[in-house]
């Protein structure tokens, strides 16, 4: 397979120039691992290409979104996929032929596994199903060198170099990203995994994650991105993209929402700062964040007015200038963090509001796992987070931001926001 590097330009040549031999490339290069991600979803050969059809339509239409987007094109294309096979299976029940897909399900061949070990067989038939998903909830950096190593089948040393490490460095972080998977996996088939160490999964991955697309799927699916596309190719690309499309409204509004977890106002924001959406109301407080919590508390009764900034003709004083953080544990910029600490310190410069905080996440799983809810220490500066951190893992955190802004003094200044941010030992 070519090096990745310029995924992104040939979509943009697309996009831009309506350059078909460029998206060309781009089919060829991942039409056996859209077409193997089908298969996994649906166990059926006819759906899967189907399918795969689909997810070149869609890519095509979202070209001009997509290579702007960055990250991985195999990760945009897996999470395509399964919007894609949602629908097409969705479409499948309501034709009453999903009968036909379990019977071909218990045969194995679904799954793409071609191992003459028996065991191996078995093994690949239960997992395949939740694969692509473990997958893609693995953090970034691991995400990135399995896709690139099983899912892309590149070598060492363009991986070293997609993750701008070492060739020892990135060797390290896929038997690290392979160990976390084989553990993820086994919380849905214990007894399956069990039989497994990582380099079994891995043997596993290098034989069974991409398997060769038919012949002429590829040509197919280019002719239904740039116009051709079947009637059944196009139902399934409409409903997959309408699906994304909510999918995303709903992370929206969930990633704005806040969990309110004790205290007067005391708020846990989970949110992506890159987002232009505005905060969830203090009256509505919707379950959802990366901290695994579930545990809402009434908003309070009646909150008191809070004190107004500083008018611009007003002398500046310690007493009406907002409160800035002036230290943190971890410190912030620090790339060496122990992994074994419990809690995040945030010390601010002056007494601040009793039970009033926002935390809230930039980026994709930065936001460290809450294993209690923030409190304020005896000196009522420093803001105390109960966390669980992973090793290798890079945490970023707002206090305060754009649209939460929780974190006040006592007369209710509000805080200069601030990132946290860090990187735990390996």
């Not at 936001?367 to 951190?389: E, I």
Request: hydrophobic share 45%; glycine share 8%.
């Amino acid at each position: 397979m070519e090096p990745a590097g310029d995924d992104f330009e040939l979509l943009r040549r697309y996009a831009q120039e309506r350059d078909e031999g460029a998206f060309a490339q781009l089919v060829r290069r991942y039409v056996n691992l859209v077409f193997s991600a089908a298969m996994r979803r649906t166990h059926d050969r006819h759906l899967a290409e189907d399918i795969t059809q689909a997810v070149f339509v869609i890519l095509a239409k979202k070209a001009s979104r997509v290579c702007t987007g960055g990250g991985a094109m195999s990760a945009w294309l897996l999470k395509c996929v399964r919007y894609a096979s949602a629908n097409a299976i969705k479409m499948e029940t309501r034709r009453q032929r999903h009968e036909e897909s379990a019977g071909l399900a218990g045969s194995g061949a679904g799954a793409g596994a071609c191992s003459g070990n028996p065991t191996d067989v078995l093994i690949w038939q239960e997992i395949a199903a939740q694969l692509d998903d473990a997958v893609l909830k693995l953090p970034a950096l691991d995400r990135r060198a399995v896709l690139l190593r099983y899912f892309e089948d590149r070598p060492i040393g363009q991986i070293a170099a997609a993750l701008n490490v070492t060739e020892g460095a990135a060797k390290q972080r896929l038997s690290r990203a392979i160990d976390r998977l084989r553990r993820r996996l086994s919380r849905h088939h214990g007894a399956m995994m069990s039989q497994i160490d990582a380099g079994a999964l891995a043997g596993l991955l290098e034989s069974h994650a991409v398997q060769a697309a038919p012949a002429g799927l590829g040509s197919a699916a280019l002719a239904a991105a740039t116009g051709g596309a079947s009637a059944a190719g196009i139902s399934i690309a409409k409903g997959a993209m309408t699906m994304m499309a909510w999918t995303k409204m709903k992370l929206a509004a969930a990633l704005t929402a806040a969990i309110v977890i004790g205290g007067a106002g005391g708020v846990v924001a989970v949110k992506n700062s890159l987002a232009a959406d505005k905060p969830a109301s203090a009256a509505a407080q919707p379950l959802a964040t990366d901290a695994g919590l579930a545990v809402a508390t009434p908003a309070p009764a009646a909150v008191q007015p809070l004190a107004t900034e500083a008018a611009a003709d007003e002398q500046v004083s310690i007493a009406n200038a907002p409160p800035v953080v002036v230290k943190t544990v971890p410190e912030a910029g620090t790339a060496n963090v122990d992994p074994s600490i419990t809690e995040i310190k945030v010390t601010f410069s002056k007494p601040m509001r009793d039970g009033s905080w926002s935390w809230s996440t930039w980026g994709e799983n930065t936001f460290p796992n809450m294993t209690g809810k923030p409190h304020y220490a005896s000196d009522h500066r420093t803001c105390v987070a109960p966390v669980k951190l992973e090793p290798g893992h890079i945490y970023a955190i707002w206090l305060n931001s754009e649209n939460f802004s929780n974190f006040r003094d006592a007369t209710g200044h509000k805080a200069v926001p601030y990132l946290l941010v860090f990187e735990t030992k390996k």
